[in-house]
């Protein structure tokens, strides 16, 4: 069955310092998204890309966060300047169309010292 | 906007015996359901989603959930479970039109003991 794959799939990072996440979407797929999950909180959007730009994001993504879709295959979140509370799981997702559910991937738990 | 109530932080249940996990949502416009299962160190796996037709939806794993509009609820519900159900079971609403932003629920860790 096809995969998203995230990497790493642990990153300690100390606070200030620039991170990039790592994602494969699934080929075929034309959806992708970030969401996080603070340890003990909702799993929480960040932000959709289709078509090679933004469609959509929150509050949380703010000028820290960039996305980008570099080739065909990866997409990637940077995070400029780290802070602690930046500590959360990540997780990447895709999807087909916009009602054909989501596939996420293992997430990246990335831990801003 | 959207939000998800998950009543229920914990579950802790049985072998063999049912279960059923709550989801309550709230919602102003038309929307699709999902659960969403998360094993230990995994990511999130889609269990079943409501669209739009019968109520009740059959997912993966033997699990199904009801769609009650009125009570504007969803709940999941397993008849006899396994020891390999133990996982977190996240509750998701999205808009049934626009871009498909998933707002989750705090998620139902479900215990299941020998």
């Known amino acids: 069955e096809p995969e998203v794959t995230q990497t790493p799939s642990h990153q300690v990072t100390q606070m200030g310092q620039e991170v990039i996440l790592r994602c494969v979407p699934i080929?075929?797929?034309?959806?992708f998204y970030w969401y996080r999950q603070i340890l003990g909180q909702k799993v929480e959007f960040l932000v959709s890309?289709?078509?090679?730009?933004?469609?959509?994001k929150s509050e949380i993504f703010d000028d820290q966060f960039s996305v980008e879709r570099p080739d065909g295959s990866n997409f990637t979140l940077k995070i400029r300047s780290t802070k602690l509370e930046d500590s959360a799981m990540y997780f990447c997702?895709?999807?087909?169309?916009?009602?054909?559910?989501?596939?996420f991937g293992s997430g990246t738990r990335l831990t801003v010292v | 906007a959207q939000s998800v109530t998950q009543l229920d932080s914990q579950v802790p249940v049985f072998e063999e015996a049912p279960v059923e996990l709550r989801c309550n949502y709230s919602s102003s416009v038309s929307v699709y359901l999902f659960w969403y299962v998360q094993y230990p160190n995994q990511g999130l796996q889609l269990l079943l989603k409501?669209?739009?037709?019968?109520?009740l939806v059959k997912g993966i794993n033997g699990f199904e959930a009801e769609f009650n509009k009125s009570q504007t609820s969803f709940h999941l519900r397993k008849p006899s479970v396994h020891i390999s159900d133990t996982a977190e079971y996240f509750c998701?609403?999205?808009?049934?039109?626009?871009?498909?932003?998933?707002?989750f629920g705090k998620g139902t860790m479900l215990l299941v003991s020998p």
């Open positions: 998701a609403v999205s808009e049934s039109s626009g871009y498909s932003t998933l707002t």
């Open positions: 080929s075929n797929h034309l959806y």
């Open positions: 890309f289709y078509n090679n730009e933004i469609s959509e």
């Open positions: 997702a895709s999807s087909e169309g916009r009602d054909s559910g989501y596939t």
């Open positions: 409501y669209l739009s037709g019968s109520t």
